[in-house]
């Protein structure tokens, strides 16, 4: 069983950056794919960024060239790098975790979830 703590989530202005934080325990982080998803107010959880074991990494479009997800197996954490952020990012973001598969991105692959951490992008 794994477990998924985030941290790093908070209040920042529009065009602010964020740093994001997922710390796992509990299996063998190499061996998972990591995602963050996010979910916004009256809006369906989605993805935001994934990063497979071997560090193939996708976004979503609406974020691409603003987020950077990365990882570091030897602290069994991931990362999400957030710049030029904008209201429409304002949501709970999720670090999740996925047995190896092919369709990564697919987010019912993601067996494993945190608690999830507020972001908040003011105009």
């Known amino acids: 069983q794994v477990q998924l703590v985030e941290s790093g989530g908070g209040l920042v202005q529009a065009g602010g950056s964020l740093r994001l934080s997922c710390e796992a325990s509990?299996?063998?982080?190499?061996?998972?794919?990591m995602g963050w998803f996010r979910r916004a107010p009256g809006k369906e959880r989605e993805l935001v960024a994934v990063?497979?074991?071997?560090?193939?990494?996708n976004y979503a479009d609406s974020v691409k060239g603003r987020f950077t997800i990365s990882r570091d197996n030897t602290r069994n954490t991931v990362f999400l790098q957030m710049d030029s952020l904008t209201p429409e990012d304002t949501a709970v973001y999720y670090c999740?975790?996925?047995?190896?598969?092919?369709?990564?991105?697919?987010?019912?692959?993601?067996?494993?979830w945190g608690q999830g951490t507020q972001v908040t992008v003011s105009s």
């Open positions: 999740a975790a996925a047995h190896w598969t092919s369709v990564y991105t697919d987010r019912s692959k993601y067996a494993y």
């Open positions: 509990g299996g063998t982080f190499s061996l998972y794919h």
């Open positions: 990063i497979t074991t071997g560090g193939r990494t």
